[in-house]
Each structure stands twice: as structure tokens, then as C-alpha cells.
Nanobody, 118 residues
């Protein structure tokens, strides 16, 4: 089963930047699509960005497009999320995982807390 360890979160002022890291194990990493999600208190977990295996094609939620950049280093089995121009509404716990599949229950890491002060 794929396992993930997220890191890089912290407290930052609005307008600042952070880079999150997602280290993965238990999969053929270079061929695996990896996604970043976030969950704010009292809200559901939402997809933020995605990067495909192979071609490296990317997807961004509308709320982060133009501010966040997802990338991957297959040699390090790591996916990154560069977050610029952070806003208070970006405050959440950020998680990475593979895309959902029917009949498969995904295991989640501990996530990394991002707090943006306004």
C-alpha cells in the first residue's frame, strides 16, 4: 500500500510563500498520479492540485490556479507544492495521496498544517 509523509507546513503571513513536500513509498512512483488535498476546520477535504505519472500533466483547483505549482522529483519519490501569494483562506491541513478508486479505501498520512495570518 502506498504511504505518504507530508512536510513543510508552518505559519506565514498573507502574501508569503511555503513549499510543501510529499514523500511517497510503496508504489512505482514515476508512474503514479499524486494529488494534494487540503482540509480546513469543519470542512470537507478538497482537491488542490494533481500531477500525473509519466507525462507529468497538472491540474489545479480554481482557487489556487496561478498561485500554486505542483511538481515532482521521481528520483526522490517526492512531490512538491509551491504555494505563493498565500491567503488566509489557504489555512488548512494539507495531505497528499493517489486519486480515488472505486472499491479502494485510501490511507492518509498525518498531513502538514498551513496557517496563513491576515
Amino acid at each position: 500500500q502506498v504511504q505518504f509523509v507530508e512536510s513543510g507546513g508552518g505559519l506565514v503571513q498573507a502574501g508569503g510563500s511555503l513549499r510543501l513536500s510529499c514523500a511517497a513509498s510503496g508504489t512505482t512512483f514515476s508512474l503514479t498520479t499524486i494529488q494534494w488535498y487540503r482540509q480546513a476546520p469543519g470542512k470537507q477535504r478538497d482537491l488542490v492540485a494533481s500531477i500525473s505519472g509519466g507525462s507529468g500533466g497538472t491540474y489545479y483547483a480554481g482557487s489556487v490556479k496561478g498561485r500554486f505549482t505542483i511538481s515532482r522529483d521521481n528520483a526522490k519519490n517526492t512531490v512538491y507544492l509551491q504555494m505563493n501569494s498565500l491567503k488566509a483562506e489557504d489555512t488548512a491541513v494539507y495531505y497528499c495521496n493517489t486519486p480515488p478508486r472505486v472499491g479502494v479505501v485510501r490511507s492518509w498520512g498525518q498531513g502538514t498544517q498551513v496557517t496563513v495570518s491576515s
